[in-house]
Each structure stands twice: as C-alpha cells, then as structure tokens.
C-alpha cells in the first residue's frame, strides 16, 4: 500500500515556474513506478512524466517535452516535477500515482492516487 499526497500547485503566469512534490509513505515505494498525470476540465486523465524505481528511466509527454523535469528521492520517498516555460494550456488538477505493475505510462496501470493539486496558469 502507498499513500501519496501532492503539493506545490497554485496559480502562475504563463513563462513561469512551479514545482510539484510528492510525499509517498508505504514500505514498497523505493519500487515503485511514480507518474504524473493531470486532468483537465472536460477532458480525460494524461500522463505527463513518469520516472522509474531507480530513477535513471523517465517519460515525458510530448506537450511537456523539455519544459518539465521528473525526479525522485527515495531516501526521502519523495516524487517531485519541475514545471518551467509554463503555458495556459498546462492548467489542471495534477496527480501524483504509484504503480506495482512496473515500467507504464498508462494512468489506468496506476493502483494508487493522490488527491491532486490545481494548477492554474494564466496568460
């Protein structure tokens, strides 16, 4: 089992920068595969960047491709992602998620969810 709880969202102008952290408790998180993934209105659930148990293996969305920096600390059991060159378009409730299935992008693949945190970017 693991419990994560995200922070760090707010609102910011666009070309700014915001960053998100994960707290993840629960004995299995140094192996799990960590994403984040957003949501926004009227539209479905993305993957936004996914990072592997060891950290050395990412995934970033092509929309988020340059701009945006996964990480994680497993001492720390910690996810975090560096959003910078915002834009309008980033807008959206992000989510922090755990899989135990191993390397996937896919949020349906995700057993355990955070809560969310807004982010709302203005132009």
């Known amino acids: 089992q693991v419990q994560l709880v995200e922070s760090g969202g707010g609102l910011v102008q666009a070309g700014g920068s915001l960053r998100l952290s994960c707290a993840a408790s629960?004995?299995?998180?140094?192996?799990?595969?960590m994403g984040w993934f957003r949501q926004a209105p009227g539209k479905e659930r993305e993957s936004v960047a996914v990072?592997?148990?060891?950290?050395?293996?990412?995934y970033y969305a092509d929309s988020v491709k340059g701009r945006f920096i996964i990480s994680r600390d497993n001492a720390k059991n910690m996810v975090y992602l560096q959003m910078n060159s915002l834009k309008p378009e980033d807008t959206a409730v992000y989510y922090c998620?755990?899989?135990?299935?191993?390397?996937?992008?896919?949020?349906?693949?995700?057993?355990?969810w955070g809560p969310g945190t807004q982010v709302t970017v203005s132009s």
């Open positions: 629960g004995r299995t998180f140094s192996t799990n595969t």
């Open positions: 990072i592997g148990w060891s950290g050395s293996r990412t």
């Open positions: 998620a755990a899989t135990i299935r191993g390397w996937t992008v896919l949020p349906s693949s995700y057993n355990f």
